[in-house]
């Protein structure tokens, strides 16, 4: 197993293209509407984003609020309000949130509707590009928003390869963008967030060290989730953490995912713990939200 990450990379050849896309196409739009996961509201941003957009109008989607912690939910929105972002939260499994959107980007741009009007162009459409990393569910929302199948959407990363105009209705257009990384993560945890909510391929990573740093960051966040739902007692927590000769996030998520494993009776041949299919359940009851509603990154200060 590896100990640590320090560096992670994944920066596909189109992603610099698309850079360059929205670079040229933002002076096509009124406004940029950036979508992020609600569980990692700001690993889940590209700081590139901020330098892209300039001065234009800005609004931020948490979306995911239905696998995200509610409070820390609020706490963020609060956040990204008081730097002047115009905010909703959505979960676009279940159209939350979706009907706020069209009345806050108007409200977002009510001084360009009005200079629209005394031009006499009262009727002219407002344009808005919707930007945000891959897999954070930019043609999801954008579907549920015009009410109709008019961007692909589907749950991997790198899916959406061109720039779309999806019709929202005859006063709003959306200009639907690949999603777009950044070349290098300076802060290797921001890459091991975006790997545990699956906007990274898992086949990049090292499956065990990245479920056991998960397994690490929710018993620090939640630990009383991570005992509920893999029955650890008192004794089990203190015989993985008993007599370790490392305090690395990776060695201390390791040692409970290995009790994890041993009450789930996940062992092969020989008693020998499985600690291979513990990691992929971990992480599959983490994305499914089995384990409850968690946001990894809270507001601070």
Partial sequence: ???????????PGHMTKTRRMMEADLKLVDAVCEIID??????????????????????????????????????????????GFSVIQTDCKNRKGITD????????????????????????PLKAMVVGIPNVGKSTFINQVAGRKGAKAENRPGVTRGKQWVTVDQGLLLLDTPGILWPKFEDPEVGLRLAWTGAIKDDILDLETLS???MAQLWQDYPQAIRERYKLEPEDEAAALDGMCSDSPTARGYALMEQAARKRGFL???GVL????????????YRSCKLGRFTL????G
């Fill in 1 to 11: 197993m590896n100990e640590e990450f320090s560096n992670i990379n994944w920066y």
């Fill in 38 to 83: 609600a569980r990692i509201p700001i690993s889940s941003r590209n700081p590139d984003i901020d330098a892209i957009c300039g001065t234009k109008p800005r609004m931020v989607i948490l979306n995911r609020i239905d696998m995200a912690d509610p409070v820390r939910t609020r706490a963020w929105a609060d956040r990204f309000k008081a730097r």
């Fill in 101 to 124: 959107f069209s009345p806050a980007l108007n409200r977002l741009l009510a001084e360009k509707r009005r200079r629209y009007a005394e031009k006499g162009m009262a009727g002219k």
């Fill in 212 to 214: 056991s740093r998960l």
């Fill in 268 to 270: 092969l041949s020989g």
């Fill in 274 to 285: 499985d600690t291979e299919r513990m990691a992929k359940v971990l992480l599959e009851e």
């Fill in 297 to 300: 990154e809270p507001v601070e």
